[in-house]
């Protein structure tokens, strides 16, 4: 149980183009989603807490305007990449915590191009 | 199916004796293998890894031992401190480590270190 969905799983788009993350909580209600960037050597990057209803609280560093976060439902977070660059190029992974069971679940990532 | 298992979501260690976190993973293809570290409010930040040519990894206080014929690897820290309690992630790769390629968690095992 407690399964996130993750999609695209990769995706490549030109620069200036918006791509758009989803990650779905299949058989639980994800009321927080945590949204990560992978970086070189493996680390992973907290970029933003999306909160049901609510708006999204992104860590310092994070252009808001240009990584638009949506938590419309229970079930469904979105990434939007707007006006991507090459160097959005990366690997975005989606996290939510497992209310109840405890731990955390983690969707199965994006890879992203810019090209 | 979850192709990354941490079967123990949390685990309380005295403070000084040996913490045994473990893992395992039914994919064949993965040939890198992570441990994350996650305190409440951060991201999770790595660890140790290991590589599938290797059966051992030490750094400092962390020991990582992969068992390719059982699929299995286990985080050891000894001695355990107060510090040391967070979520542990294990993660995996099917990309040699090489970043080129993103990573598949298991859900986290909680580690609590008793004073």
């Known amino acids: 149980g407690a399964v996130v969905s993750q999609h695209p799983s990769r995706v490549i788009c030109k620069s200036g183009t918006s791509v758009k993350i989803e990650c779905r909580s299949l058989?639980?209600?994800?009321?927080?989603m945590f949204w990560y960037r992978q970086f070189p050597k493996k680390s992973l990057m907290l970029m933003a807490t999306s909160n049901e209803g609510s708006k999204a609280t992104y860590e310092q560093g994070v252009e808001k305007d240009k990584f638009l976060i949506n938590h419309a439902s229970l079930t469904l977070s979105t990434l939007t990449v707007t006006s991507a660059h090459p160097e959005d190029s990366s690997f975005y992974i989606c996290?939510?915590?497992?209310?109840?069971?405890?731990?955390?679940?983690f969707g199965s990532g994006t890879r992203l191009t810019v090209v | 199916d979850q192709q990354v298992k941490q079967n123990s979501p949390s685990l309380s260690v005295q403070e000084g004796r040996i913490s045994i976190l473990n893992c395992d993973y039914t994919?064949?293809?993965?040939?890198?293998f992570l441990w994350y570290k996650k305190y409440p409010a951060e991201g999770p930040t790595f660890l140790i890894s290991?590589?599938?040519?290797?059966d051992k990894n030490e750094d400092g206080r962390f020991t990582v031992f992969l068992n390719k014929s059982a699929k299995h690897l286990s985080l050891h820290i000894v001695p355990s401190q107060p510090g040391d309690s967070a979520v542990y992630f294990c993660a995996a790769s099917a990309a040699s480590g090489g970043g080129a390629d993103g990573l598949t968690f298991g859900k986290g095992t909680h580690l609590i270190i008793q004073p």
């Open positions: 994919n064949s293809m993965f040939d890198y």
């Open positions: 058989d639980f209600q994800a009321t927080t």
């Open positions: 290991i590589s599938s040519i290797k």
């Open positions: 996290s939510a915590p497992r209310t109840g069971v405890g731990g955390y679940t």
